[in-house]
């Protein structure tokens, strides 16, 4: 009798310690993708900072493109105050995106503002807090579905929904530097 309780104790304490692993396998995934957001949100502070230059850099050139430099301004605004979800944020992040591009291609029709040395810095540093933004985006991303699929896969979504851990928002954003293959006409 008594190893047959030995049996059942020792069954229920690897349970206990199942459960315990599963819940800490779930709060590691959740905390992983909690710092990679960080990364995310440092890199965009990153690219806050650098448009406010770029803008009045073009701005000292191309005095009639008010309506684009407003546009980016607006777009830079929202998307600084912008702290929802992954998802939310991408919005606002992809319209400061899609003005950037914008501004980008007013540039094109400045030739002595594409030679300048500031706006040409600028640009650099742009493209490479944009590279930034994406490694952050994709290391956030891939974060997010290694969790996602410990909430959803049998056993783990058992003590996932037991203990209300819910899926991720992935982060997905356009580059603004990506660059466009021009249009051929014949």
């Known amino acids: 009798m008594g190893v047959v309780i030995g049996i059942i104790i020792g069954v229920i304490v690897l349970f206990i310690l199942w459960i315990a692993f599963m819940y800490n396998s779930l709060v590691r995934g959740r905390n992983h993708c909690t710092e990679s957001w960080s990364n995310v949100d440092t890199e965009l502070k990153r690219r806050y900072d650098l448009i406010p230059n770029l803008v ?56 002595d503002l594409k030679a300048s040395k500031n706006f040409l810095e600028l640009q650099h540093e742009l ?5 930034r933004i994406q490694r952050a985006r994709r290391f956030f991303n891939g974060n997010v579905r290694d969790y996602n699929n410990r909430v959803e896969q049998v056993p783990s979504n058992v003590i996932a929904n037991i203990f209300h851990f819910r899926k991720e928002e992935f982060f997905e954003i356009e580059n603004a530097v990506e660059r466009i293959a021009p249009e051929v006409k014949i």
């Open 56 to 111: 009045e850099t073009v701005k000292g050139y191309a005095k009639h493109e008010r309506e684009v430099l407003d546009k980016v301004t607006q777009a830079r605004a929202t998307a600084v105050a912008s702290h929802g979800s992954p998802g939310s944020q991408a919005r606002d992040e992809n319209a400061l995106v899609s003005s950037l591009r914008q501004l980008l291609a007013v540039a094109e029709n400045y030739p």
């Open 127 to 131: 493209t490479n807090t944009e590279d």
